[in-house]
C-alpha cells in the first residue's frame, strides 16, 4: 500500500457559515484525508472566517498529521487583494497552492514551493517542466483535460512533482469580474448583501427547458452536475496520479471521503458508485477525464472499451 | 496610442491598413489561435500577401498564437511560432507558459506580447512573463475597473493594451470552460468558444431555439430576432425569473472614456473581431481612428461624436453596447 494514492479536501468553494466551517474541518481532522487545503478561492468578502482563523485551522490539522496547504484568490483585481496575496505567500507555515500567475511570481521569487490549483493552465509538459523549475511541487491537472492528455504529461513529468486530480465536485469553470448570486438578485456587487450565504452549494440555473445546467457562486461559475472519476480510479493508479482532490460539498463530504478512501483500498466499485451518487446535490458527470463534453457521464464499461 | 485591428482573411486585412490600422492581428488556420472557425485565418499563401500589404504600408503585423497546447500537438504551436518568426512578423501574441518558452528560446530577437488568453491581472502577474521571457506588451482581460487598469499600468513593468471595442468576454479569458463543459471543445483547447459544429437552429411552433450540443441556450418568440447561441449570452432561469443570467448580448465600446484610457497610460487599444466581415472591420477601424485620432490631439475636449457612436451600433451584437468592467455598476 506504500504507493496508494493520497485523498486531498480541496479549497471551500462556497460561502458558509462560520460555524459551519469549523465544524468542517474539525471533522476533516478525523478524515481519511492526508491532504487538506484552505482558504478563500472565490471573493474577497467572503470574510466569516478571516486570514488568521484560516492560519488556526491550519495549526490544528496540521497537529492531527494533516498535511496543511494554503489556497491564494484565483481572480485578483483589487489592490486590496493583491495585498492579502503577498501576505499569504510570506507565511512561514504552510505551502501556497497558487491558483493564478501572480502567485506563482511572489512564490518563485521568494524561493518558496508552491502547488497550483485546478484553474491554473499546465496543458503540456513545457509548462510542467519551466514551473518544476520555478518551485513547483504538484499540480492539479486542468479539469478540461482527460486522461491521453494525463498519460503524455505523466510520461514526461519532471521529478520531484506530484500530480493531482480534481476527483469529486462541481466543476469550476470560469470567473468573472461581474458577481452573478447579487445579479439574480437585481443587487449590485458593492452591495450584495453576501446573498452566496443563502446557496451553500451554489446557485441553480436552469435552461428554459428546465434542464440544470450551471450552478452561480458569486463571481464563480460551475457545473450543475458534479464531477466524479470513481469509475477512473484503476486507470489514475495505473498513471501514477498521487492525488485525488474532494471538492468541499455542504452536505456527506465525509461519507464521499469514506468512499474514495474504500475505493483507493480496492473495494468493489459498482456498490460504491451507487451509493456516491446518492450523496451528490444533483447528479454526475465525468465527460471531461474522457476527452469529451464536461457535462456527459460515460458508464465505466465503455471506457475500458474505447481505444485510445 | 496604437489601434491594433483584426484580421480573419486578406480583405478584412486590406480595410484594417485602408481605415488606418497601426497595426493588424491575425491568425493561422487551425487551433493555435482563439478564434479557430471554418473558412477563417490564413494560409501560408495569403499570409505572405497579408505581411507585404501591411509592411509595405509601414503597419505592423502580429500573430495570436494563444490557445494552450496538449503534448500530443505541441510541435503544430511550434511550427506556427517558427513560420510567424521566418515571415519577419512585427509580434507574436502568446498565451501558453510553454509556448512562451519555446518562442524566447528559439527566437531570442522576436517581440512577444501577453495575450488576453494569458488571464493576467495584475503587475505581479506580469513580472513573470517578462522576467521569464522578455514580453513587451501585455493585454489585459476583460475584467478590470478603469482604476484597477490604471493601477496595473503603474506596477506593470511593459506597456499595456485593453480591448476598447467588439464582442465582449465576461468571463476572464484563459480560464473559461463552459464551452468545452458543453461541446468538448473551449477557447483553451480548441480556439472556439460556443462552436459551430454544435449548434443548432430549431423552428418551433412559435418561434426559433438556439442549442449549443444539445442544451437550449435561448428561445426567440416570433418577430424575434434571434442571435447565436453564445453559451453566456443566452436567458436562463435562476429563482424563478428567466433573464440574461450572465450577460446580455452586447458589445464592448470605450469610446466614451478614451481621454481617461489615454490619461491612465493606456498603450494600445484593441477591437475584436476577427471573425467578423472586412465591412466590420474597416466601418469600427474608421471610427476608432479618427476617435483615437481626435483624443490624441485634444483629450480635454474629446467628446464620443454621435455618427460614431451609431455606427459602432450597427455593427455590435444586439445593437446595443456597455462599458463592461470597466464600469463598476457593471459589476
Request: glycine share 8%; aromatic share 8%; charged share 20%.
Amino acid at each position: 500500500m506504500s504507493n496508494m494514492m493520497k485523498l486531498s479536501i480541496g479549497p471551500i468553494q462556497y460561502f458558509w457559515e462560520r460555524q459551519h466551517v469549523l465544524d468542517f474541518y474539525q471533522q476533516a481532522a478525523d478524515s481519511a484525508a492526508e491532504i487538506i487545503y484552505l482558504g478563500e478561492v472565490i471573493c474577497s468578502k467572503r470574510r466569516l472566517v478571516k486570514p488568521d482563523d484560516w492560519f488556526a485551522i491550519g495549526e490544528e490539522l496540521k497537529q492531527s498529521g494533516k498535511e496543511v496547504i494554503l489556497s491564494s484568490l484565483t481572480l485578483l483585481e483589487a489592490a486590496s487583494e493583491m495585498s492579502s496575496l503577498k501576505r499569504l505567500c510570506r507565511n512561514e507555515s504552510f505551502m501556497v497552492e497558487a491558483n493564478d500567475i501572480s502567485a506563482v511570481q511572489l512564490l518563485s521569487v521568494a524561493g518558496r514551493d508552491f502547488v497550483t490549483g485546478p484553474s491554473f493552465n499546465i496543458y503540456n509538459h513545457r509548462s510542467l517542466r519551466l514551473l518544476a523549475g520555478k518551485g513547483l511541487k504538484r499540480w492539479v491537472l486542468p479539469v478540461e483535460l482527460g486522461l491521453d492528455t494525463l498519460k503524455d504529461l505523466q510520461a514526461q513529468r519532471p521529478e520531484g512533482v506530484e500530480t493531482e486530480v480534481f476527483a469529486l465536485g462541481r466543476l469550476p469553470l470560469a470567473y468573472s469580474a461581474r458577481c452573478y448570486t447579487a445579479r439574480s438578485h437585481n443587487l449590485p456587487k458593492d452591495d450584495c448583501q453576501y446573498k452566496c450565504l443563502d446557496y451553500p452549494d451554489g446557485a441553480m440555473l436552469k435552461t428554459r427547458e428546465d434542464q440544470e445546467f450551471l450552478v452561480l457562486n458569486g463571481i464563480q461559475t460551475q457545473s450543475a452536475l458534479t464531477h466524479q472519476v470513481l469509475d477512473q480510479l484503476p486507470e489514475l493508479k495505473a498513471l501514477e496520479v498521487d492525488v485525488l482532490r474532494i471538492s468541499p460539498q455542504y452536505e456527506h463530504t465525509f461519507q464521499i471521503i469514506d468512499i474514495f478512501d474504500e475505493a483507493r483500498k480496492g473495494a468493489a466499485l459498482p456498490p460504491l458508485g451507487e451509493k456516491l451518487l446518492s450523496l451528490l446535490p444533483l447528479g454526475a458527470c465525468n465527460g471531461y477525464l474522457l476527452e469529451q463534453a464536461g457535462m456527459s457521464f460515460l458508464p465505466a464499461r465503455t471506457i475500458h472499451e474505447s481505444p485510445r | 496610442m496604437e489601434l491594433v485591428c483584426p484580421a480573419g482573411n486578406l480583405p478584412s486585412l486590406k480595410a484594417a491598413v485602408d481605415n488606418g490600422a497601426d497595426a493588424v492581428y491575425v491568425g493561422f488556420k487551425d487551433d493555435t489561435n482563439a478564434r479557430h472557425f471554418a473558412g477563417l485565418n490564413f494560409t501560408e499563401r495569403s499570409f505572405g500577401k497579408a505581411i507585404r500589404y501591411a509592411q509595405d504600408k509601414n503597419r505592423k503585423i502580429y500573430v495570436a498564437i494563444n490557445t494552450f497546447p496538449q503534448p500530443d500537438g505541441f510541435k503544430r504551436w511550434q511550427a506556427a511560432v517558427d513560420q510567424a518568426a521566418e515571415y519577419g512578423v512585427n509580434a507574436l501574441i502568446l498565451a501558453d507558459i510553454g509556448v512562451f518558452d519555446y518562442a524566447s528560446e528559439r527566437w531570442p530577437d522576436l517581440r512577444l506580447h501577453l495575450s488576453v488568453q494569458g488571464s493576467v491581472t495584475s503587475a505581479e502577474g506580469i513580472k513573470f512573463y517578462f522576467e521569464n521571457f522578455g514580453i513587451r506588451r501585455v493585454v489585459l482581460p476583460r475584467v478590470l475597473s478603469v482604476n484597477q487598469v490604471a493601477h496595473v499600468i503603474t506596477g506593470s513593468p511593459v506597456p499595456v493594451e485593453v480591448f476598447g471595442f467588439g464582442s465582449l468576454c465576461v468571463m476572464v479569458e484563459g480560464r473559461c470552460l463552459l464551452s468545452s463543459y458543453a461541446t468538448g471543445r473551449s477557447p483553451n483547447t480548441y480556439g472556439a468558444c460556443s462552436p459551430a459544429s454544435h449548434v443548432r437552429w430549431e423552428e418551433t411552433g412559435d418561434g426559433t431555439d438556439t442549442r449549443l450540443n444539445g442544451v437550449l441556450i435561448d428561445h426567440y418568440g416570433e418577430g424575434e430576432k434571434a442571435g447565436y447561441p453564445t453559451l453566456c449570452k443566452g436567458r436562463f432561469q435562476v429563482g424563478g425569473h428567466t433573464f440574461y443570467a450572465l450577460e446580455e448580448p452586447t458589445s464592448l465600446n470605450t469610446l466614451s472614456i478614451l481621454p481617461k484610457l489615454k490619461k491612465i497610460g493606456v498603450s494600445a487599444i484593441k477591437i475584436e473581431g476577427r471573425q467578423r466581415s472586412p465591412a466590420y472591420v474597416a466601418q469600427v477601424t474608421g471610427v476608432l481612428r479618427a476617435a483615437i485620432d481626435q483624443c490624441m490631439l485634444n483629450p480635454d475636449a474629446y467628446q464620443a461624436k454621435d455618427q460614431w457612436m451609431c455606427k459602432l451600433a450597427e455593427v455590435s451584437e444586439g445593437s446595443q453596447t456597455t462599458l463592461g468592467a470597466y464600469h463598476r455598476p457593471w459589476q
